[in-house]
């Protein structure tokens, strides 16, 4: 699987827009983009996923150059239950697939 | 739809000795995996299961770990003896046949002394 570059830690304030920055330049044709958080003491949450168009759901939104070489995670309107680490991950898609992750982005919102 | 039910939540051992997690994935998915998360570092898998099958468990140190997936639904990931290293939150996930998503239980807190 490619490896993820993501900054160590990022501030938000409470209200603003949440973005978080993931490269993952060495990206295979076949291998999806997957957001997870984890909050503190919980497991990791799925967040979103994509393969080249930009995505969004309930949670976030997902925006994947066109080059796929990087992507980046909005959280729209962050609010203090958003503070976690954020793990950006490729993986590709199939049974025998694995998310292998990083150390992530601690992403701290603050009111 | 319940999640991922996992247990004990926090366990103390001595070195040497022997401990056992147990997980019951969500109704339905097919897969199950078991990771090791040692403070201030990401998840990192150890074993996966499809069905009863093992798929992948080239991560799992298996002088001293096992772990089984009987009928295909709930799994136990076995320490035998414990070593002061092997300290960390263990979680388990599971996912539906042909979806990547992954839903993790709240983990297991091993504090090994």
């Known amino acids: 699987d490619a490896k993820t570059t993501q900054p160590t830690s990022m501030d938000c304030a409470e209200g603003r827009a949440a973005n978080l920055p993931c490269n993952h330049s060495?990206?295979?044709?076949?291998?999806?983009v997957y957001w997870y958080r984890q909050i503190h003491s919980q497991g990791p949450q799925y967040i979103i996923h994509?393969?080249?168009n930009n995505e969004t759901n309930e949670m976030a939104s997902l925006i994947i150059t066109e080059d796929r070489k990087s992507s980046t995670l909005i959280l729209p309107h962050a609010t203090l239950r958003d503070t976690a680490v954020y793990y950006c991950?490729?993986?590709?898609?199939?049974?025998?697939?694995?998310?292998?992750f990083g150390t992530g982005t601690r992403l701290q919102v603050t009111l | 739809e319940a999640g991922v039910a996992q247990s004990p939540r926090y366990k103390i051992i001595e070195k040497r000795q022997s401990v056992a997690f147990w997980c019951n994935p969500i109704?339905?998915?097919?897969?199950l995996y078991w990771y090791q998360q040692i403070l201030g570092q990401g998840p990192k898998l150890l074993i996966q299961?499809?069905?009863?099958?093992?798929?992948?468990d080239s991560q799992l140190p298996k002088d001293r770990f096992s772990a089984e997936r009987l009928k295909g639904v709930d799994s136990t990931l076995k320490i035998q003896p414990a070593k002061l290293e092997d300290s960390a939150v263990y979680l388990c996930?599971?996912?539906?046949?042909?979806?990547?998503?992954?839903?993790f239980g709240p983990g297991t807190r091993l504090t090994v002394t």
């Open positions: 991950i490729v993986s590709a898609t199939g049974t025998a697939s694995k998310l292998t």
């Open positions: 060495t990206i295979s044709g076949n291998e999806y």
């Open positions: 994509g393969l080249k």
């Open positions: 109704s339905g998915h097919a897969t």
């Open positions: 299961f499809q069905n009863n099958g093992v798929v992948d």
């Open positions: 996930a599971s996912n539906r046949e042909g979806r990547n998503e992954q839903y």
